[in-house]
């Protein structure tokens, strides 16, 4: 269903911009009488005003944290609003495929967060409270974040296929880059197209793109330019990429980025979601590593619609129980796991390098010895039964080249398909604007 926007009148859209500019001058009669408003309609779901002046506090938090420059208060308002309803929209599929974040997982998250700030949940729980920060709707955000992670792996992932060919042919092009551990740190700027746009569409977009990158070439602030214009989600971020290994630069970007210069930006680059500018912050090299590798096999159940997450893991734990009576791994492999790519092969997943499967799985395989057999393991896509089969150590050889150039394409891969994933959803999602101009 397509999106629908319903403009109210002028006077709704000079509150909304007065409200959210004046913020603490406003009487606060006035302003508990406003905060309650529904301002979006997303699916099922809405967003309050109150929704909306909590996260442009944070916002402006975050911005002020990173000495950022602050954006022009309409820019900040419909950049926030977008990243509202691009979220409500995710948690929606979430929901609808059967996503549920259990209890265990989000305390042992919270509990990380805390010991990241070298902090008790006690403490953290306090801290926040200083900053006027309430603890439940934190643990709330924390939620809805797994909750999206977990579902652009699941939903992302299994649409990836990587070819030997497509391996030779990386090998050959950017083996230099490949051989060594190189990290690079990227922001970047998109200008968005909308699918089936036209010509007009495209050349204005394209120009803009053109205008931008001329601006940060005569040195105008990169973090500034994206903040104020990008169309990426890390906008409010600065367009700021992070350090990224030449296994995590999307494939439009690794060519143009291997060969810039620290401080470099690149041409105004095409894909299927927009027009990018990409600007090289810096780069570093190390250490090449031996890597031991794992021969292993699983057994995938997943909830879904109609499998719950419970359902699931009973399934998993009666297959595991056959199993160690004797029944044939393979067979119930082939019979029974979800994974239908490993399934034909009897549950086979053939040598894995570190890293090559998500961080819940690749843990618990590698603390498995051979021959041992795991209990049902929880990862994104739902939970796996793992036999490890034998190990090898594996010197950085042709060997490693090949699987870091699999790695490489599959996260290249994982990037561009996220994107696209993420504009379809949102342009098959219904989203009502209640207040003019916040859609625009």
Same mark, same amino acid.
């Given at each position: 269903?397509?999106?629908?926007?319903?403009?109210?009148?002028?006077?709704?859209?000079l509150?909304?911009t007065l409200?959210?500019?004046?913020?603490?001058?406003?009487?606060?009669?006035?302003?508990?009488?406003?905060?309650?408003?529904?301002?979006?309609v997303?699916?099922?779901?809405?967003?309050t005003?109150r929704?909306?002046?909590?996260?442009?506090?944070?916002?402006?938090?975050?911005?002020a944290?990173?000495?950022?420059?602050?954006p022009?208060?309409?820019?900040?308002?419909?950049?926030?609003?977008?990243?509202?309803?691009?979220?409500r929209?995710?948690?929606?599929e979430?929901?609808r495929v059967?996503i549920?974040?259990d209890?265990?997982?989000?305390?042992?998250t919270?509990?990380?967060?805390?010991?990241?700030?070298?902090?008790?949940?006690?403490?953290?729980?306090?801290?926040?409270?200083?900053?006027?920060?309430?603890f439940?709707?934190?643990?709330?955000?924390?939620?809805d974040?797994?909750?999206?992670?977990?579902?652009?792996?699941?939903?992302v %992932?299994n *649409?990836?296929?990587v =070819?030997?060919?497509e &391996?030779?042919?990386?090998?050959? $092009?950017? /083996? +230099?880059? #490949?051989?060594? %551990?190189? *990290?690079?740190?990227l =922001?970047h700027?998109? &200008?968005a197209?909308p699918?089936? $746009?036209d /010509? +007009?569409? #495209?050349a204005?977009?394209?120009?803009k793109?053109?205008?931008l990158?001329?601006?940060a070439?005569?040195?105008?602030?990169? /973090?500034?330019?994206?903040?104020?214009?990008s169309?990426?989600?890390?906008?409010?971020?600065?367009?700021?990429?992070?350090?990224?290994?030449a296994?995590d630069?999307p494939?439009?970007?690794?060519r143009?980025?291997?060969?810039?210069?620290?401080?470099?930006?690149?041409?105004?680059?095409?894909?299927?979601?927009?027009?990018?500018?990409?600007?090289?912050?810096?780069?570093?090299?190390?250490?090449?590593?031996?890597?031991?590798?794992?021969r292993a096999?699983?057994?995938?159940?997943?909830?879904?619609?109609?499998?719950?997450?419970?359902e699931?893991?009973?399934?998993a734990?009666?297959?595991?129980?056959?199993?160690?009576?004797?029944?044939?791994?393979?067979?119930l492999?082939r019979?029974?796991?979800?994974?239908?790519?490993?399934?034909?092969r009897?549950?086979?997943?053939?040598?894995?390098?570190?890293?090559?499967?998500?961080?819940?799985?690749?843990?618990?395989?590698?603390?498995?010895?051979?021959?041992?057999?795991?209990?049902?393991?929880?990862s994104?896509?739902?939970?796996?039964?793992?036999?490890?089969?034998?190990?090898?150590?594996?010197?950085?050889s042709?060997?490693l080249?090949r699987?870091r150039?699999q790695?490489i394409?599959?996260?290249?891969?994982?990037?561009?398909?996220?994107?696209?994933?993420?504009?379809?959803?949102?342009d098959?999602?219904?989203?009502?604007?209640r207040?003019?101009?916040?859609?625009?």
């Amino acid at each position: 269903m397509a999106h629908t926007m319903t403009a109210t009148s002028a006077l709704g859209t000079l509150f909304l911009t007065l409200f959210l500019a004046a913020g603490t001058t406003v009487h606060a009669q006035e302003r508990d009488r406003f905060m309650d408003r529904i301002i979006a309609v997303v699916g099922e779901d809405v967003i309050t005003q109150r929704e909306l002046v909590s996260r442009i506090d944070l916002t402006e938090q975050q911005l002020a944290q990173r000495d950022a420059q602050m954006p022009n208060r309409d820019v900040l308002v419909r950049q926030v609003m977008e990243r509202m309803v691009v979220e409500r929209v995710q948690l929606q599929e979430a929901e609808r495929v059967g996503i549920n974040i259990d209890e265990i997982t989000l305390n042992r998250t919270m509990e990380n967060i805390a010991a990241e700030n070298n902090l008790t949940l006690l403490q953290l729980r306090n801290a926040l409270a200083a900053e006027g920060v309430d603890f439940a709707a934190f643990r709330q955000q924390i939620r809805d974040e797994l909750t999206i992670a977990q579902l652009r792996r699941r939903q992302v %992932d299994n *649409r990836l296929r990587v =070819s030997e060919q497509e &391996i030779d042919d990386l090998i050959a $092009a950017e /083996s +230099g880059a #490949i051989d060594r %551990d190189v *990290r690079y740190q990227l =922001s970047h700027i998109l &200008i968005a197209l909308p699918q089936g $746009a036209d /010509s +007009g569409t #495209i050349a204005t977009a394209q120009k803009k793109a053109e205008e931008l990158r001329a601006r940060a070439r005569s040195g105008e602030d990169f /973090s500034s330019l994206a903040i104020n214009h990008s169309d990426a989600p890390d906008a409010l971020d600065g367009g700021d990429m992070g350090w990224r290994g030449a296994a995590d630069l999307p494939t439009l970007f690794a060519r143009n980025v291997i060969l810039m210069r620290p401080g470099e930006i690149s041409q105004v680059l095409r894909s299927p979601s927009g027009f990018h500018i990409v600007k090289l912050i810096d780069r570093e090299a190390g250490a090449e590593q031996k890597v031991s590798q794992t021969r292993a096999r699983h057994i995938l159940i997943s909830p879904d619609r109609i499998r719950t997450e419970e359902e699931a893991l009973v399934q998993a734990r009666s297959l595991h129980s056959r199993i160690r009576q004797g029944a044939p791994f393979g067979d119930l492999a082939r019979a029974h796991s979800d994974d239908a790519g490993s399934a034909a092969r009897g549950g086979e997943l053939g040598w894995l390098s570190p890293g090559e499967t998500v961080p819940a799985f690749d843990e618990a395989m590698r603390s498995l010895a051979v021959g041992e057999l795991s209990p049902p393991i929880q990862s994104p896509f739902g939970w796996h039964i793992i036999e490890v089969l034998e190990r090898r150590e594996v010197d950085a050889s042709r060997e490693l080249l090949r699987a870091r150039a699999q790695e490489i394409l599959q996260n290249r891969k994982r990037e561009e398909e996220t994107e696209l994933w993420l504009r379809r959803l949102r342009d098959e999602a219904f989203v009502e604007y209640r207040i003019e101009g916040l859609g625009a």
